[in-house]
C-alpha cells in the first residue's frame, strides 16, 4: 500500500468529483492557452487570406490585360488624321501638328461614309507664349467645335442628327476654357473662377487631371476664337478619330478609308490604347488596395474585439473555475473527514495526509493541462475555421504554453487543494472520531 | 511484567463555547501490563471513548500523565505522536471506519502508510485476512461485506503492526452474537500473545471481574 495507491483508489471511487475538476482545469487551461491561440489563429488566417487576395489580383490583373486587348480590339482604335505634309518626327516634341488642313475635311469624313470611323473631334492647336494672370506662360492653345457628327452611324446620334447621345469629348461653349493640369497650377486656376486670355474673359470650365504630357499645358475653347487668335480661319490641323471600329492589324483598313475620302491626309495611331490599359490597370490596383485595406482594417477590428473579450474572459474564467476548485477540494475533505481522523489514529502524520490532497490537485492539474493544452488549441483553431488537420494549425502550437500550462495547471489545483487540506489536517483527530 | 500504558490522574474537560463545561474524565489512572486484557465498562456518555483515545495518544488530558511504551506522547511533537501510535498502538472502533474505496486487503494494509517498518507487510496482512476468515473477500470494497466481516478487517488493520497496545471501542457493539465472539476470542488471544487490550464497551456482558467502571468520568474497581 503506498500514497499514489490510495489516490488512483479514491480517484476511482469519488470519480465524477474528479471529473469535474478536472473539467473546470481543463476549461481554465483552455480558455488560458485558447485565447492567444485565437488570435494567433486570426492574424495566421489574415496572412492567408491577404496573400491569396494578393495572388488572385494579380492573377486577375493578367487576365485583365488579356481582356483589355479583346476589349480594345472590339473598341476599336484612336487615330490622328494629319495633313499630308505634316512632319510626324517633330510632333511629339512639339505637341501639336504644325500644318493645317481646311475645316471641311472633318465635315466630307463625317457624310461620305466611312466605313471604320465613329467620333470625329477637328481640332485647331498652336504652341503660343502669352502673358496670363501676370505670368509669362507657354500654352499650347486648341480650339475645337465638339464632336462632329458622322451621319450614317445613326445608332451614336440623337434624332436630329447633330449631336451624339454621349459624345467622347463634350463641346466647350464660347466663352469657357477648359485647363491643362499643369497651366492651371501655375495660374492657379480654378473649375469657375474668371480670367482674362488675350484680352477676353472666360470662365474656367474644366481643370484636367496630370497626365504627363504636353496636354497639361492645353488650354482648350471653342475653335472660332482660336482660329480667330490664329488667324486661320476655317483651318483646322488635325482630326482626332476616336474609337474606329477594326479588327487586330486593320490600321491599314482605316487608312485606306480615311484616303479614300481624303487623298492628302495622313493617319497615325496614337498612344490612347496603352495609356487606357495602364490606367485601367491603376484603377484595378487601386481597387485592389482599397478592398485589401478594408479586409485587413475589418480583421484589425475583429481581431480587437476578441482581444477585448478575451482579455476580460480569460481571467473570469480562470477565477470561476479556481473557486469552483476551492468548492470541490472542500466537498472532498468534507467527504474524507471520517478517513482523515482515521489515518491520523493509525499513525499517519500530517504530511503525509496533506500530500495526499496535493499528489490528487498534481494530478488533476497535469490532466487538465494537457487537456486544456489540446482544447485550447482546438477550440481556438476553430474559432476562426481555421482547418485542424492543416499546416497552418500545426505550425500555430507553441509547445512552451504546454510546459507553462503544466507548471500553471498543477499549481492553481494545489493552491485550490491547500487550504481545505490545511484546514482538515489540523482538525483535532480525536474530536473527528467523537463525533461519530 | 513490561507496563505499555501507565494514566495517572488524567482530568479531561471540554469547553464548548456558550454552553457549561463538561468533565468528561476525572482523575482517572489505570495502566495496562503486556498480557492484559481490560474491559473498561460504563455507559453511554460516561466518558469512555474520551478515555480511549487519551490513551491512544490522540486527546491530550488538561491534567494527569500518560507514558505510552515509556513515553509521554503528549510531550512529543504531532508528527513524532503520530510515529508514536503507528508502531505502538492499534484502534478498533464501533463503526469500523474503513476506506470505502479500498479492497480488504488494501484497508489492511492502510496502516503502512505511516511507514513505520520497511519491511513488506503483504505476508502479515495475507496471514490476518486468512486468519480472520476473510480470504473470499480479499478483493472486496467494505460496501460488498457484512457488519461482522468488516469489523475483522478493521481489527485485521489494527494488528497488522503488532502493537504492544491494543484499544477498542465498543468493538462488538454492531455485532450479532456469533460475529462479536469471534472478534472477542481474537482479541483474548492477542493479549494472551502479550499485547495489551484495553476495551470500552457498555455491554454487560462482555465485562469481567476485574472489569473498570466508569461512571461520569471516574473510574471505579
Known sequence: MNLWRLIFEEIRYRKIGFLLGLFSVAAAMTAWIGAPVLLRAHDRQTDIIMTQRSRATQEEMHRMED??????????????????????????????????????????????GTETLNHLLPVLQERIRVEWEGHDVEIILSGTPGQIPVTHRQRFLTEDGTAYHNPIMETIPAGELVLGHNIAQRLELNAGNQTVLLGKTFRIRQVNRAEGTTDDIAVWCHIDWVQEQLNKPNRINLILALECICEADALGRIVADVNRILPDVQVMEFSSRVKARAQARNRAAAAHRTAMESEREHRRQTAEAYRRFTSVMTPLVVLVAAIWMIFLFLNNVRERTIEIGVLRAIGVGEHTILSVFLLKSLIMGVIGAMLGFVAGHAVGAWWVE???FSREFINLVEFRTLWIALIAAPALCMLAAWFPAVGAIHRDPASILCEE | MTQVLQIEHITKRYRRRGRETVTALRNVSLSLNRGDLRFVYGPSGSGKSTLLLCAGGLLRPDQGVITLSDRNPYALTSEARSQLRAR??????????????????????????????????????????????????????PSELSIGERQRVALARALLHQPMLLLADEPTG???????????????????????????????????ADALHLVDGALTA
Do not use: C, W
Open chain 1, 67 to 112: 481582356d483589355y486587348r479583346l476589349i480594345m480590339r472590339d473598341l476599336g482604335y484612336n487615330v490622328m488624321i494629319l495633313d499630308g505634309d505634316e512632319d510626324l518626327s517633330g510632333l511629339r516634341a512639339r505637341g501639336h501638328p504644325e500644318k493645317t488642313m481646311p475645316y471641311e475635311y472633318v465635315e466630307r469624313l463625317g457624310t461620305e
Open chain 2, 174 to 208: 454492531n455485532l450479532d452474537q456469533d460475529n462479536g465472539k469471534r472478534v472477542m476470542d481474537a482479541l483474548r488471544e492477542y493479549a494472551a500473545a502479550g499485547g495489551a487490550v484495553m476495551i470500552v464497551t457498555h455491554d454487560r456482558e462482555l465485562r469481567d
Open chain 2, 88 to 141: 505502538h498502538v492499534g484502534f478498533v472502533f464501533q463503526q469500523f471506519h474503513l476506506m470505502p474505496y479500498l479492497s480488504v486487503i488494501d484497508n489492511v494494509l492502510a496502516p503502512t502508510l505511516a511507514s513505520v517498518s520497511t519491511d513488506d507487510q503483504r505476508p502479515r496482512a495475507e496471514e490476518l485476512i486468512e486468519r480472520f476468515g476473510l480470504v473470499p473477500r480479499r478483493n472486496h470494497p
Open chain 1, 386 to 388: 481555421m482547418n485542424l
